[in-house]
């Protein structure tokens, strides 16, 4: 069994987060770089059988495309001529940062760990997963 990779995809850095082999738990999995990200990929594809990839897509209020769309379809576009084989979704990001940092303060960080902006990019990621696979598990019942 595969596993879902989430991408939260950053200007300066990109939030990674990865699923059980069973598709059940949203595991935080790193941040690194959003230079290196095509690097980080391919090292993980060659030793994780990863089924499927969910990229967070920055919507505003009204559903229309937030400007953060300008750095994130190339991507996105890049990432199907690398890997065509590759199921990719995108999903609503909207509040993950603001979810993310007050997970950090529900789970007792002090103040100068939420400040670790990695840390929150990884911590997205992990929320976007989990709300990807809930929303597939409550379309499949």
């Known amino acids: 069994m595969g ?9 300066k850095r990109v939030g990674l987060a990865v699923s059980d082999p069973y598709k059940i ?9 959003t230079h290196t990200i095509w690097d980080f990929l ?10 499927e990839v ?3 897509y920055p919507l505003q209020m009204n559903n229309q495309a937030s400007e ?16 065509p084989d590759m199921h990719l979704e995108i999903a609503d990001e909207r ?3 603001k979810m993310a940092f007050q997970t950090m303060i529900d ?3 002090k103040k100068m760990a939420r400040r670790d ?14 709300g990807y696979m809930e929303q597939k598990r409550n379309k499949n019942k």
Do not use: W
């Open 3 to 11: 596993r879902i990779l989430a991408i939260d995809y950053g200007k």
């Open 25 to 33: 738990i949203a595991n935080k999995l790193a941040t690194v770089a």
């Open 42 to 51: 391919q090292t993980f594809f060659q030793n994780e059988q990863v089924d």
């Open 54 to 56: 969910v990229v967070g």
């Open 68 to 83: 953060a769309v300008a750095y994130i379809n190339p991507f996105i576009k890049k990432f199907r001529i690398q890997y």
């Open 95 to 97: 509040f993950t940062s």
């Open 107 to 109: 789970g007792g960080l």
């Open 117 to 130: 902006k990695a840390m929150v990019d990884a911590i997205s990621a992990t929320i976007i997963l989990q």
